[in-house]
């Protein structure tokens, strides 16, 4: 039998890490605005679609060109995670205490380093920022 969703949508996601003053581990997530096609209002990761025939990392780096003015420097493949409607190719990148000084964020309402536990506590988290970032922190602790 065929199934009725027969292309996923491919997305280049990208979460960049740090350790804050307390050596816990925090994510970068974009908080979402209400003109998003997915996820208003939430905190997601940032990234977006990978064209046609377009090359994994250069859509990577085109998305967090345009929505970020940031160009990755030390990317690391964590791994695909698959939702209903997309499967998302996540990067991820160690960044430095001074990152949201090098970073513009143009889409979105604003960029926010949050700790596990506040993504946990949160209500405003995407499904995927979610799965993404409990994938990092158990990856971390290992």
């Not at 581990?25 to 096609?37: N, S, T």
């Amino acid at each position: 039998m065929e199934p009725l969703l027969k292309m996923k949508r491919q997305v280049a996601g990208f979460v960049p890490y740090r350790k804050n003053k307390s050596d816990r581990y925090e994510f970068y997530l974009q908080m979402r605005d209400e003109h998003a096609p997915v996820h208003q209002n939430m905190f997601s990761v940032f990234g977006g679609g990978i064209e046609k025939g377009e090359d994994l990392l250069n859509a990577l780096h085109r998305e967090i060109k345009e929505e970020l003015d940031y160009s990755p420097e030390q990317v690391e493949y964590l791994s695909d995670f698959e939702t209903g409607y997309a499967n998302f190719l996540v990067f991820i990148e160690r960044v430095g205490a001074d990152f949201e000084s090098k970073v513009t964020v143009h889409e979105g309402k604003f960029g926010a380093f949050l700790t596990f536990d506040d993504i946990v506590k949160s209500q405003i988290v995407s499904p995927i920022a979610f799965l993404i970032t409990e994938a990092m922190h158990w990856y971390f602790k290992e």
